[in-house]
């Protein structure tokens, strides 16, 4: 029987010990998003991984896997990495392996895959079990020099083993194949480019240390993304982005019109945006589709095999491709954004963002280092070989007084020190000297491999003493790095073009989007809103609350934009598609849009850009708006008219012809000319008309050509023209004559 455990005994017991809960968490948590930061979630700037990825490349390179090596199952890989480097789930390795290999998500592969990897539907990979991979030569790159002390080495997790910190990096990974992760309270999002523009920025750097972001952007223009696409920002917010290491970069897919003859067409579409997966995009294309958001569109569908090709195929041939399109990329993730956050570890150690031109030097610099380091271990191999080459020559020179010590002492090796001042290793070299060796040619090949050596000894002496000559060699290499994946090479070739946005119609890429149908329009006295389905002639028959009852009905289109003006003089915008159905009785407009309460509707109607209207206060204030001022984006609307309650705004007239006839409630009536009435976009306007008392009752635009026309309570229709209308034409802002015989008791033009 072991010895019994007992628990802790009072509360004031030794094993218990006090923490301060807020501190114990601080410290816990903090420990936990610096393991995140530095062991998961950012990359290195040097190789540009993350350590899964690192031990991933460097247990392959362990097993032998070699590009010229056979494939192995990736769950001996996975194995691998897990049991000596990597102590967590094997899925997690396996999903970081499998994504290495994929060409869609890799712009320059470091697993070489074969099997199922998945694809660009979404498509998860295959079992570990089935698939089976090896390094491609890009991860070869990444190691090179692994075994020449480039880097410092580390326990692993169970201190059995060691990994290198950084690899060595001859590849400019961080750039070349990007990188994303979210740590704690810090993300990375880097996007892959195009290696050959890489080496070119990084050579420039080397000739110009001080070398601006601008100018590594004439090297590096863009992204170069493994699935194509356009990028349509301009070069200034490219140039901005790299500058700071944040920004974006708008990506859209890339198509083409085919024709099917006889004015048909389709549109095909080749590249879609990077990370998009096809079958979500089609998914999402179809679900538009039936909701009817896409009115240009008849039909899509998925032609792909290796190859991308989706096809659109429009309502009909005069649908303009261009407008169809920029409707697509703006309801549809063929148009998306990818984000760059330039977070990385800078000396493996510090998160920050970095630009351009800091991540390139600071992978240059490493690339020194790992030069540097390389040939310092070089140069101790050439002196520990010359050391035994210079004993060998020694043991050649008396080989028979050798071989009668070795013959005759006990022990010879203290004895050949002393006799000809040896080292240790010297001596060891010569005892363990097969005879064979003894032959003459032995001789010359040694004198031959120390000269070699003693030569190849002064060139490494004088590199690591000469800065132009390290970064020379360094040049050289990224040269060599430049010409393996050169542009024209199918694998270094530009994938992502650029160009700008097609200058479209804004209104018509909105009108796109909506399928356009018949309306009517109804409001109700409190404020209610509907929009029946096509057009309704006799509004008599509409049903309204009880104490509720119609103050504005006209037909439009699911296209229109609806104009609203309230008493308060603000006016508001809602789209004809976005009005509730005409089931019931509507919703009260002050839930679409922020109308104050002591405010109600003034007028409703459908928006032209082309007219303008005469707004007039109770007052009798007015000035010209055109139409266009009176459209507002947001749901606050906008203030037009400036009024203070008691008076509010009280008229809203269309402007036509050349001169305004306006009537008090005095019942005097005044007409002037148009143009004495300001245009403004906003304001309290001008006076229309001068009263002792009361306000204004009501005001038409007209030509005089055509004379004053209006309705009594009959029907009757009254002309006056322009001689007859001498005694009532003044200036602006005069009182005005009572009213002509046959004008309507309630003061209106219109009965």
Request: charged share 30%; proline share 5%; with cysteine.
């Amino acid at each position: 029987m072991g010895q019994e455990i007992l628990p802790p005994s009072g509360g004031d017991d030794d094993n218990i010990q006090p923490v301060d809960l807020k501190a114990a968490l601080e410290q816990r948590y903090l420990a936990y998003a610096l393991s995140t930061i530095m062991h998961r979630a950012l990359p290195d700037v040097r190789d540009g991984l993350k350590p899964v990825h690192r031990r991933i490349v460097y247990a392959m390179h362990d097993m032998g896997l070699r590009p010229t090596a056979a494939f192995r199952k990736c769950a001996k890989i996975v194995g691998e990495v897990m049991g000596n480097y990597h102590p967590h789930g094997d899925q997690s390795i396996y999903d970081a392996l499998a994504r290495l290999a994929q060409d869609f998500s890799q712009r320059y592969t470091l697993v070489n895959g074969q099997g199922n990897f998945g694809n660009i539907d979404g498509d998860s990979p295959a079992a570990m079990r089935y698939t089976e991979s090896k390094m491609t030569a890009v991860s070869e790159l990444l190691l090179e020099g692994i075994d020449q002390d480039a880097v410092d080495f580390r326990d692993t997790y169970d201190e059995s083993n060691s990994e290198p910190v950084v690899l060595p990096g001859a590849f400019p990974n961080l750039l070349a194949n990007g990188s994303s992760g979210i740590a704690v309270g810090m993300a990375t999002s880097i996007p892959s480019h195009n290696v050959h523009e890489l080496c070119d920025a990084a050579l420039h750097l080397i000739k110009h240390p001080d070398a601006t972001v601008e100018k590594l952007v004439e090297f590096i223009p863009g992204p170069d993304f493994p699935t194509g696409g356009i990028i349509i920002d301009n070069r200034d917010s490219i140039i901005e982005s790299y500058r700071t290491g944040r920004g974006g970069f708008r990506v859209r897919a890339k198509w083409q019109t085919e024709d099917l003859g006889r004015g048909g067409y389709q549109i095909v579409v080749t590249e879609i945006p990077f990370q998009v997966q096809k079958s979500r995009l089609i998914e999402k294309i179809a679900e538009l589709l039936i909701a009817r958001k896409l009115p240009l569109l008849e039909d899509i569908r998925d032609e792909s095999a290796e190859d991308i090709r989706i096809v659109l195929v429009p309502k009909s041939r005069t649908v303009d491709p261009t407008i169809l399109m920029e409707s697509m990329f703006k309801l549809t993730e063929l148009e998306s954004r990818f984000p760059l956050n330039m977070n990385v570890l800078s000396m493996g150690r510090i998160p920050r963002v970095m630009a351009l031109n800091e991540v390139l030097k600071e992978w240059l610099d490493h690339r020194r280092e790992v030069l540097q380091r390389r040939s310092r271990f070089r140069l101790a191999a050439i002196d520990r070989r010359l050391e035994i080459l210079g004993g060998l020559l020694i043991a050649y020179l008396n080989i028979d007084e050798v071989i009668r010590i070795i013959r005759e002492e006990d022990e010879p090796k203290p004895v050949m020190m002393a006799r000809w001042d040896l080292t240790d290793n010297q001596v060891e070299a010569i005892l363990n000297m097969r005879l064979r060796a003894l032959r003459k040619l032995e001789e010359f090949e040694i004198r031959k491999e120390f000269d070699e050596l003693t030569k190849e000894k002064g060139e490494i002496e004088a590199l690591l003493a000469s800065d132009d000559k390290q970064w020379q060699t360094v040049a050289w290499e990224i040269g060599e790095v430049k010409k393996k994946f050169a542009k024209a090479t199918e694998v270094g070739r530009r994938r992502t073009q650029f160009a700008d946005a097609p200058e479209a119609d804004e209104e018509a890429i909105q009108q796109a989007m909506i399928e356009k149908e018949p309306i009517t329009v109804v409001i109700s006295e409190k404020g209610w809103i509907r929009a029946l389905k096509g057009h309704i002639a006799d509004t008599a028959t509409l049903t309204f609350k009880e104490g509720d009852g119609l103050k504005v009905a006209f037909p439009a289109q699911t296209t229109d934009k609806i104009l609203i003006v309230t008493t308060g003089g603000k006016a508001f915008t809602l789209g004809g598609d976005k009005l509730p159905g005409g089931r019931g009785h509507g919703e009260p407009l002050r839930i679409m849009v922020d109308m104050d309460n002591d405010q109600a509707v003034l007028t409703a109607f459908v928006h032209d850009p082309s007219r303008k209207q005469l707004i007039v206060s109770t007052a009798g204030n007015g000035f010209v708006v055109p139409e266009a001022e009176l459209v507002a984006n947001t749901r606050k609307g906008k203030q037009i008219m400036n009024v203070a309650l008691p008076e509010e705004t009280q008229l809203l007239v269309p402007v036509s012809g050349d001169h305004v006839a306006v009537v008090g409630e005095n019942r005097k009536l005044l007409v002037f000319p148009l143009v004495q009435v300001p245009e403004m976009s906003r304001g309290k306007g001008v006076r229309l008309q001068r009263y002792k008392d009361g306000g204004i009752s009501d005001v038409r635009c007209f030509a005089i050509s055509d004379g004053l026309v209006w309705e009594d309570s009959a029907g009757r229709t009254f002309t006056k023209n322009k001689d007859e209308l001498a005694e009532w034409l003044a200036d602006r802002a005069t009182a005005g004559r009572t009213v002509p015989k046959g004008f309507p008791r309630s003061g209106k033009f219109a009965g």
